[in-house]
């Protein structure tokens, strides 16, 4: 079976996490070619002096590259070399999509522009991706996930109202959501194309896409005047939409809007028979709001008596109606039968780390449905491989490494 991008040829250009928006794409059955510089490479491949051993793995390996680089071939070109700026227009005129992360002013000064490109490509879809936006007062200036995270109002969305300090979210989620947009945004331009026959130019951005993500809470602060104030574990008005620790320090979430329906049930569940009938919980609005604070005291007491996967097996046991779910860590996420039964966890046979775990792809497709087949590519690992296929000769191929075009 083939992929519902099958035959769409994508150029990635860019680094850090935005080439994620590539391997999303290439999940999907596009080709992929990932264009990096002969001496540097994607930044990523770098991010060892930032991170350390959290980033390393064997064979010289970087766990963040690898997880935003799989389904791709990787081609060096230096683009400061006019020959490797020809090579780049043969692959532009023979190709989909051309995207990339970088400053606009410094793909003009590559000859790798929209005006420039779209000369050899009439039909291509050019994506750009950028911090702050194409537009304003920022649009050239230099920034990464945190700083969306923090213009963006993510920062202070984070947290427990108790704690007033923001909170940076780790994993670079403002930088995968902006991934996620531009594949988003590709896919549109695809169909546009093949509806009305042109290509475009499409731009997204860090800030633009982490707001898109928190549209239902920036729209509730204008339609009220005033933002939802920060979650808070021992003030919150409804005790079953809440979280508490368990014996083992693990944690187990209760989400229950509807607490009048599931209050008896909830109680007996948890061994407190007594406070069903309690006329100081008997009713969301006139007793457990008015008491949560007590009521919340008597939860964590109770919560704290058995482990989390204890009371994990009673409530399913009981066949509970009300809203659980036990707050994962990361490796537990990787492990949880729900994720892996719908290939949202997914395995991987990699050549180098053997048969691994890595998120799939969360979009099923009943007749081309998307798939992993590729590991993220050494530097410059298909060098050769493409431009073979671009009908240059390994004399040709020879002549462009000693001029240091590729």
């Not at 008015?290 to 994990?312: N, Q, Y």
Request: hydrophobic share 40%.
């Amino acid at each position: 079976m083939t992929g519902p991008l099958d035959g769409i040829r994508v150029l990635d250009c860019a680094s850090f996490q935005a080439s994620a928006a590539g391997y999303m794409l290439g999940d999907l059955g596009a080709e992929v070619i990932k264009i990096e510089d002969p001496v540097r490479g994607d930044n990523y491949r770098g991010m060892t002096q930032m991170y350390g051993d959290a980033m390393s793995l064997p064979g010289g390996r970087l766990a963040g590259f690898e997880s935003a680089n799989r389904n791709k071939r990787s081609i060096t070109l230096d683009l400061k070399n006019e020959k490797g700026r020809q090579v780049l227009r043969g692959l532009v005129e023979r190709s989909d999509v051309f995207y990339t992360n970088l400053r606009k002013s410094v793909m003009c000064q590559l000859g790798a522009d929209y005006r420039t490109l779209v000369r050899y490509n009439p039909r291509l879809i050019y994506a750009a991706s950028s911090v702050y936006g194409p537009e304003g007062p920022l649009a050239e200036k230099r920034g990464f996930d945190q700083t969306a995270q923090a213009r963006s109002g993510l920062m202070f969305a984070m947290g427990d109202r108790g704690n007033p300090e923001p909170v940076q979210v780790m994993a670079g989620i403002c930088d995968q959501m902006a991934a996620i947009i531009l594949a988003y945004g590709v896919v549109v331009a695809l169909l546009v194309r093949e509806r009305l026959g042109f290509g475009q130019e499409i731009e997204v951005s860090l800030l633009g896409s982490s707001i898109h993500l928190q549209a239902t809470g920036i729209n509730v602060a204008s339609l009220r005047g005033k933002p939802w104030v920060r979650h808070s574990r021992t003030r919150t008005r409804n005790p079953l939409s809440n979280h508490y620790r368990c014996a083992d320090g693990k944690w187990l979430l209760l989400s229950e809007l509807q607490s009048d329906r599931v209050w008896p049930e909830f109680c007996h569940a948890l061994g407190l028979e007594a406070l069903a009938d309690d006329p100081r919980f008997a009713t969301a609005m006139g007793g457990r709001r008015e008491h949560a604070t007590e009521l919340i005291a008597i939860l964590d007491k109770a919560f704290a008596t058995r482990d989390r996967d204890e009371w994990v097996s009673i409530f399913e046991k009981r066949g509970v109606e009300f809203a659980y779910s036990p707050v994962h860590d990361y490796n537990e996420v990787l492990s949880d039968p729900q994720a892996l039964e719908n290939e949202y966890i997914t395995d991987f046979d990699h050549p180098v780390f053997g048969r691994i775990k890595l998120a799939g792809c969360p979009i099923k497709f009943s007749e081309t449905p998307a798939q992993i087949y590729r590991e993220a590519p050494e530097h410059g690992q298909h060098t050769e491989e493409i431009l073979l296929e671009e009908g240059y000769s390994w004399q040709d191929i020879s002549q462009l490494r000693e001029e240091g075009a590729i």
